[in-house]
């Protein structure tokens, strides 16, 4: 059975730093582009950033110098770094893992940006 399960979220001030983390099992991790998507309420979900089995990473240009996507293959994990956060990065993180025709879901990880 496939799970994909999100942590790290939480409530910080602007400026602040976050790490969250996505964690997977039951498939072949090192083989899986994993993206890292957002939404804000009553926003369409978004793609935040990327990373592929490789390591090549791609970002929205809203996160670009602030965010950091790695992965570690060894704890089939992915992290996005979030630096310099604001207010409009307050959403529901989604991690999703996909290879050719098949993705996965986590159930999202609430990131609230408040003072």
């Known amino acids: 059975q496939v799970q994909v399960v999100e942590s790290g979220g939480g409530l910080v001030q602007p400026g602040g730093s976050l790490r969250l983390s996505c964690a997977a099992s039951g498939i072949i991790f090192s083989i899986h582009t994993i993206d890292w998507y957002r939404q804000a309420p009553g926003k369409q979900r978004e793609l935040v950033a990327g990373?592929?089995?490789?390591?090549?990473?791609n970002y929205a240009d809203s996160v670009k110098g602030r965010f950091t996507i790695s992965r570690d293959n060894a704890k089939n994990t992915v992290y996005l770094q979030m630096n310099n956060l604001k207010p409009e990065d307050t959403a529901v993180y989604y991690c999703?893992?996909?290879?050719?025709?098949?993705?996965?879901w986590g159930q999202g990880t609430q990131v609230t940006v408040s003072s």
């Open positions: 999703n893992a996909r290879w050719r025709s098949f993705e996965y």
């Open positions: 990373i592929t089995g490789g390591g090549i990473t």
